[in-house]
């Protein structure tokens, strides 16, 4: 009895060791689960359109397993919602699929009409002989908000000369829902050119996606010489639902203009070497700004003296002038013939104004005179000394 229970332990221990081993070893046979099968994605799963819209999802489909034909459908679709499978620009219900690459395929949906504003969901499900896969997918509809135009500018007041350009940096703003084009219209006076540009380039109309912006250059270039004062100008972006508007201003300070001349207009005179000989010029302001402070210069022969009564000029109106005396001293040995003599005026803040004199140099007459008694007592010299040794 003894050993029946003895033999009897015996093989329940033996048959719960085996129990034990068994599982493990059938676990460590298992081969480890990495394949995935047939897959399906698509990298923008929801999609916001607007009423009367159509949207289009692009789904890959991809296999690690066998190729298989694999059909496509779907599940859940609202009511009166149309859709199509397309892949090759063919309409499609299937795709080969292989686990060499993706495979492209594009559903298009049709919204009805009637379609209410509102979160839409359904699914894309792929079956193939041995896999499946399917995708969730949204499609929220809403009142979008028609293309809406916005400028800005930091600076719409510039302040230049005549001759400035006047460039401005303007942003325009489609806060609309909608994408749209624009055309770019510039209200201005005759006085100025406008330049509309867009990286770079010149442009007359400009297309601008929904929620975005692009910075414009807008150039008024001066035509002429034209007088200080604020000119006003309106740039406009126009499309067919909306219109933006933005006022620019070219304030023009002017700048003096000045000629240097004689009340006679004659740029020219005479002069007697080592004497001083006063010469009226007369300064006039052509510009559209008053002179100030005005410097007067010269740039002389060598030996030469310039000297200005007045010397400086406190300011001389537009459409003015001043009267001023410019005494020339020629070098004492200057030869007879004629030089050149530059006088310049230069305000404060503008540029430097000069005019180029010719003077006439004669010698003086004393000095003539001089020579002419030298010259005949050197003939009376000479004429005695002939007649004295002559007659020998």
Do not use: C
Request: net charge negative; hydrophobic share 40%; aromatic share 6%.
């Amino acid at each position: 009895m003894r050993k029946h229970w003895l033999f009897a332990a015996f093989i329940v221990l033996l048959l719960s060791v085996g129990m034990t081993i068994m599982p493990a070893a059938a676990q460590e046979a298992q081969p480890p689960a990495t394949s995935q099968g047939l897959s399906m994605f698509t990298t923008y799963p929801s999609q916001v359109v607007g009423l009367g819209e159509h949207v289009t999802f692009d789904l890959k489909l991809t296999t690690d397993k066998d190729a298989e034909i694999v059909t496509l459908e779907t599940a859940s679709l609202p009511d009166g919602w149309k859709a199509t499978f397309r892949g090759g620009g063919k309409t499609i219900q299937s795709v080969y699929v292989r686990p060499e690459g993706d495979v492209s395929v594009s559903l298009r949906l049709e919204l009805p009409e009637d379609v209410q504003a509102g979160t839409y969901d359904f699914k894309v499900i792929a079956q193939g002989e041995k896999d499946k896969a399917e995708i969730p997918l949204t499609v929220v509809v809403k009142e979008k908000l028609p293309p809406k135009l916005q400028f800005k500018v930091d600076l719409p007041t510039l302040r230049g000369t005549p001759s400035t350009t006047f460039r401005y940096s303007v942003v325009l703003r489609n806060d609309g829902d909608e994408d749209t084009t624009v055309n770019l219209i510039a209200d201005t006076t005759a006085n100025f050119l406008l330049h509309i540009k867009y990286a770079g380039k010149e442009i007359t109309s400009l297309p601008i996606e929904a929620g975005s912006s692009k910075t414009l250059s807008v150039e008024a270039e001066p035509l002429g010489d034209i007088a200080a004062g604020e000119y006003p100008f309106m740039l406009k972006a126009q499309s067919d639902t909306a219109e933006a508007s933005v006022t620019l201003t070219a304030q023009v300070t002017g700048r003096p203009d000045l000629k240097i001349t004689t009340p006679e207009g004659v740029l020219s005179a005479q002069a007697t070497a080592g004497k001083e000989t006063p010469i009226k010029i007369v300064i006039r302001n052509d510009g559209s700004a008053p002179a100030q402070d005005i410097e007067l210069s010269s740039s002389n022969p060598t030996g030469w003296k310039v000297t200005f009564e007045p010397d400086r000029i406190a300011e001389i109106a537009v459409g003015e002038e001043a009267d001023v005396t410019a005494t020339v001293l020629p070098a004492e040995k200057a030869l007879a013939g004629d030089y050149v003599l530059t006088l310049r005026a230069k305000p404060a803040d503008a540029s430097t104004a000069s005019a180029d004199f010719r003077i006439t140099v004669t010698t003086s007459t004393l000095w003539g005179l001089v020579g002419v008694v030298l010259i005949a007592i050197a003939v009376l010299v000479v004429g005695m000394a002939v007649s004295r040794f002559g007659r020998r």
